[in-house]
């Protein structure tokens, strides 16, 4: 069974910073695109960062950059999501996801994963 496991969140003030992971077991970790992205309440589901099977192509929803770095290390088997200059519009269940990298390019399409986490909450306070 391939598992995604996310960590990392909290409370944190606006202004500050948080470094989600997400841990992957059961699977061909280097052979995964990952992705992250969230859902805040009573919105659908967003698109928040991508990143390919080697960490050498990302690709970010316009909110995110500048602000978030997706990375990778694959000898974890982990995937990072550093969120700075963090704002209350940030609020959300933040979810990390897995999709077999064919191509090399990341994916914004939420249908294109194949794995998701069970989320981990980032609350921003004002």
């Known amino acids: 069974q391939v598992q995604l496991v996310e960590s990392g969140g909290g409370l944190v003030q606006t202004g500050g910073s948080l470094r989600l992971s997400c841990a992957v077991s059961?699977?061909?970790?280097?052979?995964?695109?990952m992705g992250w992205f969230r859902q805040a309440p009573g919105k659908e589901r967003e698109f928040v960062a991508a990143?390919?099977?080697?960490?050498?192509?990302?690709l970010y929803t316009d909110s995110a950059k500048g602000r978030f770095t997706i990375s990778r290390d694959n000898a974890k088997n982990t995937v990072y999501l550093q969120m700075n200059s963090l704002k209350p519009e940030d609020t959300a269940a933040y979810y990390c996801?897995?999709?077999?990298?064919?191509?090399?390019?990341?994916?914004?399409?939420?249908?294109?994963?194949?794995?998701w986490g069970q989320g981990t909450q980032v609350t921003v306070s004002s």
């Open positions: 996801a897995a999709r077999r990298d064919s191509w090399g390019i990341p994916i914004v399409r939420d249908n294109a994963y194949h794995y």
């Open positions: 059961g699977g061909p970790f280097n052979s995964y695109g």
């Open positions: 990143i390919n099977w080697n960490g050498a192509n990302t």
